[in-house]
């Protein structure tokens, strides 16, 4: 039977797409330019605008504002190159936890940002003699949910958190259940202060937890550190005092990705701090 031209056509339209996305995404956290896009594809630069525009539209790449490059979107699967940064994030992230929960005496989390999910992939206790031990490694929890969950949504840039609280209430019982307006006074506020404060979402009583987000290359919410105690541990005036250990860490932990140990590690953060 011979293929119609229409038919052609949309096979060759989805295989430029496809050589556009590998492009994309072999860029890694860098992101790659129309440019870039254009040489590695082999198709002229409007054809591969057209494709860009198209794919921005569905959520399968990103342009942070302001910038030029692209980026894989939220629904596009972690290519090779973005995983090994994820790794090394991993890594650094370990070092940071130690750091936190040597610097605060109290439990420090890493949360890894997959899809509409937070996953919590390293715990450390401090010295204090109670433990808020309220998550386990391996857990997961929605974005939106808890410190690590509330930061690393608010960290997205407005188009994709915008989008993301719109999946998270119809795919997320537990962020459904408190509410559209909730969400939005929960992340207004995060964003108003650069950090997170979760203490009354239904995931722990008794507990109060404190995180900020891990930003990488491009603009990317890679998820958040955290640090939980029990309330009489973080009242408003320590509160500010952990968010500002926080977001030092989450600022500097891109350039930690091999530290031996956290006092290695964070050398300079005791003058800095």
């Not at 057209?50 to 910038?67: D, I, T, V, Y």
């Not at 994820?86 to 936890?97: E, K, P, W």
Request: charged share 20%; proline share 4%.
């Amino acid at each position: 039977m011979v293929k119609s031209s229409s038919s052609e056509g949309g096979v060759q339209s989805i295989n430029r797409a496809a050589n556009v996305l590998r492009a994309v995404g072999a860029a890694g956290i860098e992101g790659a330019r129309l440019k870039d896009i254009s040489e590695d594809t082999g198709l002229l630069p409007p054809t591969v605008h057209r494709l860009c525009k198209a794919m921005l539209s569905e959520g399968w790449l990103r342009q942070p504002e302001g910038q030029r490059r692209y980026f894989l979107g939220v629904t596009q699967p972690t290519p090779a190159n973005l995983a090994t940064e994820r790794t090394l994030l991993i890594q650094s992230g370990r070092t940071a936890v130690r750091y936190l929960a040597e610097k605060t005496g109290d439990t420090a989390y890493l949360f890894l940002r997959i899809g509409l999910d937070v996953l919590c992939v390293e715990r450390c206790t401090g010295n204090f003699a109670i433990k808020a031990l309220a998550v386990d490694v391996g857990d997961w929890r929605p974005l939106g949910l808890g410190a690590g969950g509330l930061a690393a949504l608010a960290g997205l840039q407005d188009k994709e958190r915008e989008n993301v609280m719109k999946l998270l209430l119809i795919n997320r019982p537990e962020v459904k259940k408190l509410g559209r307006e909730w969400l939005e006074e929960q992340v207004n506020l995060t964003l108003a202060n650069a950090y997170s404060v979760a203490q009354y979402t239904g995931l722990v009583n008794g507990v109060t937890g404190i995180a900020a987000p891990i930003m990488w290359a491009g603009g990317i919410s890679f998820g958040a550190l955290s640090v939980a105690a029990i309330d009489e541990r973080l009242p408003e005036g320590r509160r500010e005092e952990i968010a500002e250990i926080l977001k030092y860490a989450c600022a500097n932990i891109h350039q930690l990705p091999q530290a031996p140990n956290p006092r290695e590690g964070f050398a300079l953060a005791e003058d800095q701090i």
